[in-house]
C-alpha cells in the first residue's frame, strides 16, 4: 500500500513514465484514470540480439548425467525460488537424477533462509548454489542447461514486470519453465516456448519439471520456438524496445 500511494505521488509529477511490461501499463491506467495516457511509454525488457554472441566457455559446468535446471538472477522473496526448491521435495520421490543450479546468489538472510530450506528436507545433493557471476559466463551456464526457469512468486510486483533472463533464455534456444504470473505465462504461452506451473505451487511445478523431462523433442521444439519468437519475429530491444524508448 506505501509503495502504490509512493507511486500515485510521483505519477502527478512526471512528464514520462516508462513501464517494461503490457501488464504495468494497464495497472497504471486503471489505477490512475487521471493519468494521461500520452506519458506512458511501453519499454519491454527485452535483451539484444547481440546476446547470442556471447562466447561459450569450453569449460563443463555441469556434469551431463544430470538433467540440469538453472535459474540464473537475483535471489528475493518474490522470485519464486523457494518454490523450486520445495518441488524438489515432490520430485526426489520419483527421480534421483534431476539437478536444480541457483545461480546469481549473494550473501543475506533470504539466502540463509534457502539453505535451511534445502537441509531441512534433505535436498543438497539435488540443489546447487552458486554466487554471482560475471555477465559474459551468463550465456555458458544457459547453455549446458537443459531446461531454464523464472519461476515467480505471484505478487502485485511480479505480476506487473518482465524479467530479461526470460529473452536470453530464448535467445539461447532453451526451453523454458515459467509461473503463471500474467507477463511471463503470457509471453511463454504466445511463443510456445516452454511449459507453465501455478505460481506459489511446488507441487504443480515438480509436475511440470517431470514433463519436460520426459518429452526431450517437445523439449527441441520449444527451444526454437522461443528463439524465433525473439528473432524472427521481432520481439528483442533493437526491433521493438528501443524503438519505442528512442520514440519517447
Known amino acids: 500500500y506505501r509503495l502504490l500511494s509512493y507511486e500515485k505521488s510521483l505519477l502527478t509529477k512526471a512528464s514520462l513514465v516508462i513501464v517494461v511490461a503490457k501488464e504495468a501499463y494497464k495497472r497504471i491506467l486503471k489505477e490512475n484514470k487521471e493519468f494521461s495516457k500520452k506519458k506512458l511509454v511501453l519499454v519491454e525488457n527485452l535483451e539484444s540480439k547481440n546476446f547470442i554472441k556471447t562466447p561459450v566457455l569450453k569449460k563443463r559446468l555441469y556434469s551431463k548425467k544430470y538433467f540440469n535446471i538453472t535459474y540464473i538472477g537475483s535471489f528475493g522473496p518474490h522470485r519464486g525460488i523457494d518454490t523450486l526448491i520445495r518441488s524438489f521435495i515432490h520430485i526426489k520421490r520419483f527421480n534421483q537424477n534431476i539437478k536444480l543450479n541457483l545461480v546469481g546468489a549473494e550473501e543475506n538472510v533470504y539466502l540463509d533462509y534457502l539453505k535451511r ?6 535436498l543438497d545433493k539435488y540443489i546447487k548454489i ?19 526457469t523464472v519461476p515467480h512468486n505471484s505478487n502485485h510486483h511480479t505480476d506487473t514486470t518482465l524479467p530479461w533472463k526470460l529473452s536470453q533464455y530464448m535467445l539461447a534456444k532453451k526451453p523454458v519453465l515459467v509461473s503463471s504470473s500474467p507477463p511471463l505465462a503470457r509471453i511463454v504461452k504466445k511463443a510456445s516456448a516452454g511449459m507453465i506451473f501455478k505460481a506459489n505451487n511446488p507441487k504443480d511445478c515438480a509436475n511440470k519439471i517431470m514433463i519436460m523431462k520426459e518429452s526431450r523433442k517437445s523439449l527441441i521444439k520449444y527451444g526454437k520456438n522461443g528463439f524465433e519468437y525473439v528473432i524472427k ?15 519517447a
Open 233 to 247: 519475429k521481432r520481439n528483442n530491444w533493437e526491433q521493438k524496445s528501443s524503438l519505442n524508448l528512442l520514440k
Open 117 to 122: 530450506l534445502i537441509i531441512s528436507n534433505d
Open 130 to 148: 552458486k554466487g554471482w557471476i560475471k555477465t559474459q559466463d551468463v550465456m555458458t551456464y544457459i547453455s549446458q542447461s537443459d531446461i531454464c
